[in-house]
């Protein structure tokens, strides 16, 4: 039987980690993380195996467990289901992505590939499976070009070339700031850019929203590496762009109700998102999270169908804000 599409990303995701020179001889757990956050999903250790004996079955692939490094690699180094040619499947996954590349041109970033995306689209279009018909029958959501946009790709090349920038930041009612920062990672988080790195300013890794910044310029100063950055789990407890790495994931419970059971158990709120209990009335999933900002504002978008479990630190903020809001709003606080 073909592999469906979610297997085939997974493959291509464990085929990364197993020919990523920067991280050796990743563990099952290092695999699994890297496949829930690209993929949004959880997978369980055993189903990385599965796809294992998968690609050992389609490709050949020389998959063995090192002793030594206690990690997975390939017994022949220059292997990759990337010299492969794509399956009809992959075609159609191809085929769909044409769609999604139509929303990158005429951005700023992919000025200089415009050429490039115009041959995948022109010579490799939905059209060609359908027969002769141009009528569009995919449509997604154009996304919203937001202001800072203009910054990525000198921050790609920074990060690329391992060059330092200084960096002229405004957080919101707050006075500009220069910050000598080394830029490590680019995330997009609902629309909205951002750059993490070592700010020399604030001697430690930090999150720039690029619609924050004013002005930037490459610096002559050296670039600063930091050993106990890594990319793949900077953000692994945060809902959102929000980090606190001095704080401690805590255990989160949410009760949803049957009208948005099929919405939560199909769209995660975070990729450590497990179901606890499921019946007729309810349906309670369990999260090891931050509490920050971007989670308590999830909550809130559910309304009425969702109730906080625990901890009771994050009821208490969820009230606290939605009194607010009630507040501005000039709705009278029930007694």
């Not at 956050?37 to 189903?47: C, G, N, R, T």
């Not at 040619?85 to 041109?105: G, V």
């Not at 890794?205 to 930037?216: C, Q």
Request: aromatic share 10%.
């Amino acid at each position: 039987m073909p592999a469906n599409k979610s297997a085939l990303l997974r493959y291509r995701i464990i085929d990364h980690c197993l020919t990523n020179n920067r991280k050796r001889y990743p563990t099952l757990q290092d695999i699994c993380n890297r496949i829930e956050e690209q993929l949004e999903k959880p997978i369980s250790e055993s189903m990385v195996n599965k796809d294992f004996g998968a690609m050992k079955k389609i490709y050949g692939a020389p998959i063995a467990y090192c002793k030594t490094q206690r990690g997975y690699h390939y017994t022949q180094p220059e292997f990759s289901i990337r010299e492969f040619p794509l399956t009809h499947e992959e075609i159609d996954a191809l085929d769909f992505s044409t769609a999604l590349l139509q929303q990158l041109k005429g951005t700023r970033m992919f000025e200089q590939f415009e050429g490039a995306i115009n041959k995948v689209i022109e010579g490799y279009r939905i059209s060609k499976i359908l027969g002769k018909s141009e009528q569009a029958i995919i449509q997604v959501e154009a996304p919203v070009i937001s202001r800072g946009t203009q910054w990525l790709e000198t921050i790609l090349h920074a990060i690329i070339n391992r060059q330092t920038l200084a960096i002229h930041y405004q957080p919101f009612g707050q006075e500009e700031r220069v910050h000598i920062f080394s830029p490590y990672l680019l995330r997009e988080y609902r629309n909205r850019w951002y750059a993490v790195g070592y700010s020399l300013r604030r001697e430690q890794v930090i999150v720039m929203a690029l619609d924050r910044i004013n002005s930037l310029e490459t610096s002559p100063l050296s670039f600063v590496s930091d050993s106990g950055f890594n990319p793949d789990t900077y953000f692994q407890h945060s809902v959102g762009i929000t980090q606190l790495h001095d704080a401690v994931p805590e255990t989160v419970v949410l009760s949803f109700s049957p009208q948005q059971a099929a919405y939560i158990l199909s769209q995660p709120l975070h990729h450590s998102q497990r179901v606890i209990k499921q019946n007729d009335s309810e349906v309670v999933v369990q999260l090891y999270v931050y509490l920050t900002s971007e989670l308590v504002m999830a909550v809130l978008g559910f309304g009425k169908e969702v109730k906080v479990l625990q901890p009771e630190s994050l009821k208490a903020k969820v009230i606290d804000t939605a009194k607010g809001v009630l507040a501005i709003a000039g709705v009278p606080e029930q007694a």
